[in-house]
């Protein structure tokens, strides 16, 4: 197993619930876990970014409440994805959305992911929303028209007049696009994982509507968010393994990106094995140090 990936997300989650019992938070209440993306980075066809863009994604966020975990993103482009006569089938949409809970490097957790079909009209390999395990991702950018890998994307990006004056630049929200997280799809053509190959289905969603998003707290708005679509949808936690996880979501086209580092609570979790406040004091320091690298986290 890489470690190296596995601790690094460990650190992170241990230092948000260390903050949030420093301050008298019981971490396991339902609160959005939000991770902004560069507002600066969605390229198009026009090198367009921003608000010129369908493809700038501005954020996602994910909650776990009553047995059910939600999921929110915000961005330029629809659910239907984007007409182009730059893709294959005239359509760029999404891909899916992956969950890595190996703690290994992306390609090397190939046919161990978890991963959500959740947008119309793509070129996942499977065609049924829901969510999947034992996955195995492919890369659709070649179809679409799209970046050769993530460095040819930060490249273009960082290059724009609007990021070398004082512009986001190119990110993928909790990782860098130069993370080694991502091995190959940093710099081989076509590698990076977009969208599902195969994988077995165990359970469906529920899409939710802006306005439900809304009424369950979650608020794009309040970190900068100021995407055109808002959107999410629900499933049983259960679908999904508990502990330390890295989950990504791309533009088929890999014009834009996030990643969300994160951890999904145990149901058997025993609230007395929480620390005691005066006891954790001393390792906020330790948890600090991760956090000041995260931004916009919980709300």
């Known amino acids: 197993m890489n470690t190296n990936f596995l601790t690094k997300t460990s650190l992170i989650t241990a230092g948000f619930t260390l903050a949030s019992l420093s301050l008298g938070v019981n971490p396991s209440m339902a609160q959005w876990n939000y991770s902004m993306d560069s507002f600066t980075d969605g390229h198009n066809v026009q090198s367009r970014v921003g608000s010129q863009s369908e493809f700038e994604f501005y954020g996602m966020a994910m909650m776990e409440k009553d047995g059910q975990i939600y999921i929110g993103m915000n961005s330029n ?4 994805g984007a007409n182009s006569g730059y893709a294959a089938d005239g359509v760029i949409s999404y891909g899916d959305l992956f969950f890595n ?6 390609d090397d957790a190939a046919g161990n992911l978890f991963a959500i079909n959740f947008a119309n009209r793509t070129n996942s390999g499977v065609s049924e929303a829901g969510v999947y395990r034992n996955v195995t991702g492919k890369n659709v950018a070649q179809q679409n028209s799209g970046f050769w890998d993530l460095n040819h994307h930060a490249n273009t990006v960082n290059g724009l007049s609007v990021n070398r004056n004082g512009g986001d630049g190119a990110n993928m929200a909790d990782l860098a696009s130069d993370d080694a997280y991502w091995q190959s799809g940093v710099t ?12 077995e289905r165990v359970g ?19 970190f900068g968010g100021v995407g055109s679509e808002t ?35 145990s149901a058997d979790v025993d609230p007395e094995s929480v620390p005691e406040p005066a006891s954790i004091l001393g390792l906020l320091a330790v948890g ?5 690298g995260k931004r916009n986290r919980t709300a």
Do not use: R
């Open 188 to 199: 081989e053509d076509y590698k990076v994982v977009t969208s599902i190959a195969s994988g």
């Open 288 to 292: 600090g140090l991760m956090l000041k």
């Open 101 to 106: 809970f190996t703690g290994d490097g992306l």
């Open 231 to 265: 959107f999410g949808f629900s499933f049983d936690k259960s679908l999904l393994p508990s502990g330390d996880f890295i989950a990504h979501i791309f533009a088929e086209c890999v014009n834009d990106g996030m990643a969300m580092v994160g951890n999904l609570a």
């Open 204 to 222: 469906g969603i529920n899409m939710l509507e802006s306005t439900t998003l809304a009424s369950l707290g979650l608020d794009f708005a309040g």
């Open 77 to 80: 482009l629809s659910l239907d």
